[in-house]
């Protein structure tokens, strides 16, 4: 075996995303695309001599040959020891679990989330750092600047390895070490919450169905739910990684998680339903005919944390991505501690938790997590409901209802309209962007404007400073417009239009979603012109 340096040249459009870079499978298998962006991560990060990196993905199309790829390319740059998990799978909370466990400098995470798989889907690749978080944009920024100038990239000509044995193998000089992705996981999860509590749970009788979506999550469900705590056999469905997640689009929520939602919605419907996405770190929580929003799953946690053995001690703050609804800003203030709004992307949390400033956290695309490792969580949240329902013995809907009542509730809904021409998209935001300064004071319908900006975020922690994070209208009322362009997709841009309007009264919580909020869905087509910029009647999906 031996070291070999390639010659290469920059690709032009490697800069990463909210999450890592993605692109279609046909151009990761480009002649040196992977191997570019790789190269420019390991001379970002510095010195790897000596380092331990973890690697793992979520089973995707193209997963095994690219973890083959990033082996050879890391036992050229000197890593002593890289951690992959069985078959090349490992989520991706787990990965920031086994990096922090491990004392790890790094991972790298074979990924597109819930984007669609197989040989004409997506594929992904990030790095997340020795806190077991995603790299900031400063890092992510260096990444980009260094795909522009490179020439040349290391890698060893050895074999590739057996990734579905267990145990101990050699390249070059480096230790690989193939583990099982979920005991590190599995280990964590009884630290937190009261398993014994959640068993019981099961033993009287509670069902449940976990919908894994042909995804990463399948393994750990299977393991812990039914293997640990004793719900019922075949309360996981779609339990095993497809590389094209079984045709399907694993993104939970109610559009692509139809046949979850369905069985909740039958005549014999279990007491819980839940999915996670195609990485395993976003989740939907389903009761009996009854949908919970990923804002009020955030706020219900907060507000009940101490119910679970590892937040009993309280929380020291609460984060929320800006478009995400307020409902735990409210569960904040009751509480007497702080909540933070940060940009979209989880790597906006890091500082804080690293800091100690917060300790849940959440986005409204379905993701929810906490201090216990830097990404949101899609399982950690199903055990937190779990122990919730334990604990409170009630139904979801109960439990839901009932916060509502003590806070309010916050309608909301986000309509996505997606694969968006890429310049039209851009001229429909900086058209609106254009008609922020004026709209203060402005009469729009039914509501009168309070702030209208593109919302900016100085990080508490370091002082780092993101511009141009999403358009904000907020009414004199609390409502709120919010638009912004997704950075997680491969074709086009998708526009997202986030919508919300609290309502105090209990005996107005039960108005449909989309009809409680169509005097801010008139105003938000009136001001943006979406029909007649995009060509779109409706959105692509509504949550």
Same mark, same amino acid.
Not at 99 to 115: D, P, V
Not at 190 to 211: T, V
Not at 516 to 531: F, N, T
């Given at each position: 075996?031996?070291?070999?340096?390639?010659?290469? /040249?920059?690709? /032009?459009?490697?800069?990463?995303?909210?999450?890592?870079?993605?692109?279609?499978?046909?151009?990761?298998?480009?002649?040196?695309?992977? @191997?570019?962006?790789?190269?420019?991560?390991?001379?970002?990060?510095?010195?790897?001599?000596?380092?331990? +990196?973890?690697?793992?993905?979520?089973?995707?199309?193209?997963?095994?040959?690219?973890?083959?790829?990033? =082996?050879?390319?890391?036992?050229?740059?000197?890593?002593?020891?890289?951690?992959?998990?069985?078959?090349?799978?490992?989520?991706?909370?787990?990965?920031?679990?086994?990096?922090?466990?491990?004392?790890?400098?790094?991972?790298?995470?074979?990924?597109?989330?819930?984007?669609?798989?197989?040989?004409?889907?997506? $594929?992904?690749?990030?790095?997340?750092?020795?806190?077991?978080?995603?790299?900031?944009?400063?890092?992510?920024?260096?990444? $980009?600047?260094?795909?522009?100038? #490179?020439?040349?990239?290391? #890698?060893?000509?050895?074999?590739?390895?057996?990734?579905?044995?267990?145990?101990?193998?050699?390249?070059?000089?480096?230790?690989?070490?193939?583990?099982?992705?979920?005991?590190?996981?599995?280990?964590?999860?009884?630290?937190?919450?009261?398993?014994?509590?959640?068993?019981?749970? $099961?033993?009287?009788?509670?069902?449940?169905? $976990?919908?894994?979506?042909?995804?990463?999550?399948?393994?750990?469900?299977?393991? !812990?739910?039914?293997?640990?705590?004793?719900?019922?056999?075949?309360?996981?469905?779609?339990?095993?990684?497809?590389?094209?997640?079984?045709?399907?689009?694993?993104?939970?929520?109610?559009?692509?998680?139809?046949?979850?939602?369905?069985?909740?919605?039958?005549?014999?419907?279990?007491?819980?339903?839940? %999915?996670?996405?195609?990485?395993?770190?976003?989740?939907?929580?389903?009761?009996?005919?009854?949908?919970?929003?990923?804002?009020?799953?955030?706020?219900?946690? &907060?507000?009940? *944390?101490?119910?679970?053995?590892?937040? %009993?001690?309280? =929380?020291?703050? !609460?984060?929320?991505?800006?478009?995400?609804?307020?409902?735990?800003?409210?569960?904040?203030?009751?509480?007497?501690?702080?909540?933070?709004?940060?940009?979209?992307?989880?790597?906006?949390?890091?500082?804080? =938790?690293?800091?100690?400033? /917060?300790?849940?956290?959440?986005?409204?695309?379905?993701?929810?997590?906490?201090?216990?490792?830097?990404?949101?969580?899609?399982?950690? &949240?199903?055990?937190?409901?779990?122990?919730?329902?334990?604990?409170?013995?009630?139904?979801?809907?109960? #439990?839901?209802?009932?916060?509502?009542?003590?806070?309010?509730?916050?309608?909301?809904?986000?309509?996505?309209?997606?694969?968006?021409?890429?310049?039209?998209?851009?001229?429909?935001?900086?058209?609106?962007?254009?008609?922020? @300064?004026?709209?203060?004071?402005?009469?729009?319908?039914?509501?009168?404007?309070?702030?209208?900006?593109?919302?900016?975020?100085?990080?508490?922690?370091?002082?780092?400073?993101?511009?141009?994070?999403?358009?904000?209208?907020?009414?004199?009322?609390?409502?709120? !417009?919010?638009?912004?362009?997704?950075?997680?997709?491969?074709?086009?841009?998708?526009?997202?239009?986030?919508?919300?309007?609290?309502?105090?009264?209990?005996?107005?919580?039960?108005?449909?979603?989309?009809?409680? +909020? *169509?005097?801010? !869905? /008139?105003?938000?087509?009136? +001001?943006?012109?979406?029909?007649?910029?995009?060509?779109?009647?409706?959105?692509?999906?509504?949550?």
């Amino acid at each position: 075996m031996a070291v070999q340096i390639i010659n290469t /040249a920059p690709i /032009a459009g490697q800069r990463p995303g909210t999450s890592g870079l993605r692109k279609k499978v046909s151009v990761f298998s480009e002649p040196q695309y992977l @191997e570019n962006f790789v190269q420019s991560v390991f001379d970002t990060v510095g010195d790897c001599h000596g380092q331990t +990196l973890v690697l793992g993905g979520d089973g995707r199309y193209y997963n095994r040959t690219a973890i083959q790829t990033v =082996l050879r390319m890391a036992a050229a740059h000197g890593y002593a020891r890289v951690l992959v998990g069985q078959g090349g799978i490992m989520s991706t909370p787990a990965v920031s679990c086994v990096i922090r466990k491990h004392g790890a400098s790094g991972g790298l995470i074979l990924s597109a989330s819930h984007n669609p798989g197989g040989p004409d889907g997506d $594929f992904g690749i990030k790095y997340n750092t020795g806190n077991g978080g995603p790299a900031p944009e400063k890092l992510t920024e260096a990444m $980009f600047a260094r795909t522009e100038t #490179i020439t040349q990239y290391r #890698i060893s000509d050895s074999a590739d390895i057996d990734l579905d044995r267990l145990g101990i193998v050699h390249v070059e000089q480096m230790v690989v070490e193939v583990i099982d992705p979920v005991a590190d996981y599995a280990e964590l999860m009884q630290q937190l919450f009261d398993f014994d509590a959640i068993r019981a749970l $099961f033993a009287g009788g509670l069902r449940i169905c $976990f919908d894994g979506m042909h995804a990463v999550s399948g393994p750990y469900a299977t393991a !812990i739910l039914e293997g640990m705590l004793g719900a019922k056999k075949g309360s996981v469905i779609n339990g095993v990684p497809l590389e094209d997640f079984g045709g399907g689009h694993p993104d939970p929520n109610p559009v692509n998680a139809h046949e979850l939602i369905a069985i909740m919605a039958g005549d014999n419907a279990p007491d819980f339903g839940a %999915a996670s996405d195609g990485d395993g770190d976003r989740n939907m929580i389903v009761g009996r005919r009854f949908d919970v929003t990923p804002s009020d799953s955030l706020a219900i946690l &907060a507000a009940n *944390a101490s119910v679970a053995p590892g937040y %009993a001690g309280g =929380l020291a703050g !609460i984060a929320r991505s800006m478009p995400t609804s307020g409902a735990a800003d409210r569960v904040a203030a009751a509480l007497g501690i702080p909540c933070f709004e940060t940009p979209t992307g989880w790597k906006f949390f890091g500082n804080l =938790l690293d800091a100690g400033m /917060a300790t849940l956290c959440g986005e409204e695309s379905y993701g929810t997590g906490s201090n216990h490792v830097r990404e949101k969580d899609g399982l950690w &949240a199903v055990l937190f409901w779990l122990n919730l329902l334990a604990a409170k013995q009630q139904s979801v809907e109960q #439990i839901v209802r009932a916060h509502w009542a003590t806070y309010g509730r916050n309608y909301y809904s986000r309509h996505d309209y997606e694969a968006i021409d890429s310049a039209v998209a851009n001229a429909l935001m900086d058209a609106l962007r254009g008609q922020l @300064e004026g709209l203060a004071g402005q009469q729009l319908g039914d509501y009168t404007v309070a702030l209208a900006d593109d919302f900016s975020y100085t990080d508490p922690v370091d002082g780092s400073v993101s511009h141009k994070q999403g358009v904000r209208i907020v009414m004199t009322d609390g409502s709120r !417009i919010v638009l912004r362009l997704s950075g997680t997709g491969t074709e086009g841009a998708t526009l997202r239009l986030y919508l919300e309007r609290y309502e105090a009264d209990p005996a107005h919580h039960s108005i449909p979603t989309q009809e409680a +909020l *169509a005097g801010l !869905i /008139a105003v938000a087509e009136q +001001l943006a012109q979406i029909r007649e910029r995009t060509g779109r009647d409706a959105p692509t999906v509504t949550t």
